[in-house]
């Protein structure tokens, strides 16, 4: 049995996406948070740049295995080979980065999740589709934007924890 064009991407990325949040709670969360709504809160609200970053490439992986195995296999012509690699690379650079203040690899993160959400709408002006593709197509231009949201606010929150200093007495200024 195949399934309808473009539903197949949907479950993969809900399915993976189910999956990196006990993932990303489990690498670094406080240890009060456990699994439940405190823990899904956490991730999604208080979690590191690295941890989103990491859950970022853990997601982006197997769309990027995909869109090559297409290219190879079938010679098609899927900028996911690109965009994908791209989001990857600066998920590692975020992951690598030894300075929480420094905006470059959160510019390059959201820049390259900017990239594949433009990589999702594209299709809607080069070709005709089946309507289930373009739910698809929808779904992924919009959780892409998201994330690279949600991977901005990740860093911005570092940058300004890190600017809270104490002074000398102890207080915070």
Request: proline share 5%; aromatic share 14%.
């Amino acid at each position: 049995m195949t399934l309808p064009a473009g539903i197949s991407p949907i479950i993969l990325l809900a399915i993976v996406s189910i999956l990196v949040v006990p993932h990303g709670i489990y690498l670094s969360s406080p240890e009060d948070v456990g699994y439940g709504m405190e823990g899904v809160r956490w991730f999604f609200t208080t979690s590191s740049a690295k941890v989103r970053s990491l859950a970022t490439a853990i997601v982006a992986v197997p769309f990027w295995i995909w869109a090559v195995y297409k290219v190879v296999s079938a010679g098609a012509h899927d900028l996911g080979a690109v965009s994908f690699a791209l989001v990857i690379a600066s998920c590692t650079f975020v992951g690598c980065s030894d300075s929480p203040t420094s905006k470059v690899p959160a510019i390059l993160l959201l820049v390259s999740n900017g990239l594949v959400s433009i990589n999702y709408v594209y299709p809607y002006f080069i070709y005709d589709i089946p309507l289930t593709f373009q739910i698809y197509l929808a779904v992924g231009a919009i959780y892409w934007a998201l994330v690279g949201v949600w991977n901005w606010k990740g860093q911005t929150q570092e940058v300004q924890e890190e600017n809270t200093y104490t002074d000398i007495s102890g207080d915070m200024a």
